[in-house]
């Protein structure tokens, strides 16, 4: 879990330096994992709400 959470944050982090949106820290990512925790389709929710993050649509909570 942790090299997934890992990945995520830089492809979210690579995403928002695109968008010129600040950096946020690996707790973000965690926030947003946990968010997907409990869910059929973790995999699935977990992407949409890092996207989510990446594209700056909610806030970095945790950041």
Sequence with gaps: MAYERSVMHRE???V???LALPAVGLEA???AEER????????GK????C????????????A
């Design 12 to 14: 979210v982090n690579r």
């Design 36 to 43: 997907a925790v409990g869910h059929s389709d973790y995999s």
């Design 16 to 18: 928002r330096a695109e």
């Design 51 to 62: 996207a989510e993050l990446a594209a700056g649509e909610v806030p970095a909570r945790g």
């Design 46 to 49: 977990f992407a949409m709400y």
């Design 29 to 31: 990512v965690a926030v």
